[in-house]
Structure formats: structure tokens, C-alpha cells
């Protein structure tokens, strides 16, 4: 759809959020019917057990507490966890729809297989690098090869819907 002369950086933008938005609603639906159909045991266990048996909080909750602490000096207290993780997983999501919609302007090859390289792509460098980097969760020899492949299939989810819908949108600009 892009030819040298179609390319707009902001309507890419407004479809990649859009696309965004969508894919990480998407991927939250996802993960809720995989953890109600398997069980729940081992990504919950995942991400509630530390080695100790303690309460682990997800890394967008540590994510949200750390940003809150840091720059308004301010811990969060339970209630303001509910809401601020899921804050982080959509922020993070629009985050990367939106650079993907502005990616698919200037190199259309990157929509290529539908989403799916984007998605898998999104996941090791989030899942499988920066969130262990930045000690928010465990290195990936931690977890079984299950859990990868959960957390795999849940960003190919998003890809999928991400390329879905800033298609979709960027048609429609």
C-alpha cells in the first residue's frame, strides 16, 4: 500500500496506536482464557511465587511502582497496583503499535507474515531480554519451556491484531 509517495509518519502513528491499543486489549483476553482453560498454575505460580514462596508482583506492577517511587517519590499502595499494571501493559503496547504503525510507512516489510515476526519480536525483546535486564522478573533459564511458549503465543496474539487493526486503520486515513 505504501509507495514512496503514500508514506505518512503521522498517519502510521495514529494506526499503529490504534493497532496498539487494540492488540494489547487483545493479548489481555488471551492470557485470561490460556490461564482459565490451563488451570492458572504455572504462570500464575510464575509470576505470584518468588524462589522464597513470597508474593511476587508482576513486572508491570513493578514496573508502575518503580516509575512512581522514582519520580513522584510515592509508593503505591494495593488499590493503585490494580490500576497501574494494566496502565503499564497498555502503555507499553501502544508504545510499540505506535512505532510499528510508523516502522510500516517507511519499510512495509516489517508487516510481513501478518504481524507474526513483529509479535515474536516484541516478545524477546521485552519478555526475553529488557524485563530480566532491568531485574523485574527472572532470566529466562528460570521458567519452563511452557512458559515461553505462553508467553510467545500471547505476543503473536498481539502482532496479529496490531497488524489487523493498523491495516485496517491506516486504510481508512
Known amino acids: 500500500m505504501n509507495q ?8 502510521g502513528l ?15 483476553r488471551f492470557q485470561y482464557w490460556w490461564l482459565s482453560f490451563d488451570g492458572g ?15 511476587e508482583e508482576p513486572a508491570t506492577v513493578k514496573t508502575a511502582a518503580a516509575i512512581s517511587e522514582g519520580v ?32 510500516a510507512e ?13 509479535g515474536a519480536a516484541f516478545w524477546m ?15 529466562p533459564t528460570a521458567y519452563p519451556i511452557s512458559t515461553h511458549a505462553y508467553a510467545l503465543a500471547a505476543h503473536l496474539v498481539f502482532g496479529l491484531t496490531a497488524e489487523v487493526v493498523r491495516r485496517t486503520v491506516r486504510r481508512a486515513l
Open 4 to 11: 514512496q509517495g503514500n508514506r505518512n509518519a503521522w498517519k
Open 14 to 28: 495514529v494506526a499503529g496506536v490504534v493497532g496498539g491499543v487494540v492488540a494489547s486489549w487483545a493479548m489481555d
Open 41 to 55: 498454575d504455572e504462570r500464575q505460580l510464575q509470576q505470584t511465587q518468588s524462589d522464597e514462596g513470597n508474593q
Open 72 to 103: 513522584f517519590g510515592h509508593s503505591l499502595t494495593a488499590r493503585e497496583k490494580e490500576i497501574a499494571g494494566p496502565i503499564v501493559h497498555y502503555a507499553v503496547g501502544t508504545t510499540a503499535g505506535a512505532v510499528y504503525g510508523v516502522a
Open 106 to 118: 517507511y519499510e512495509p516489510n516489517v508487516t510481513t507474515l501478518a504481524g507474526f515476526p513483529f
Open 125 to 139: 525483546v521485552v519478555d526475553e531480554g529488557a524485563l530480566p535486564l532491568l531485574g523485574l522478573t527472572k532470566g
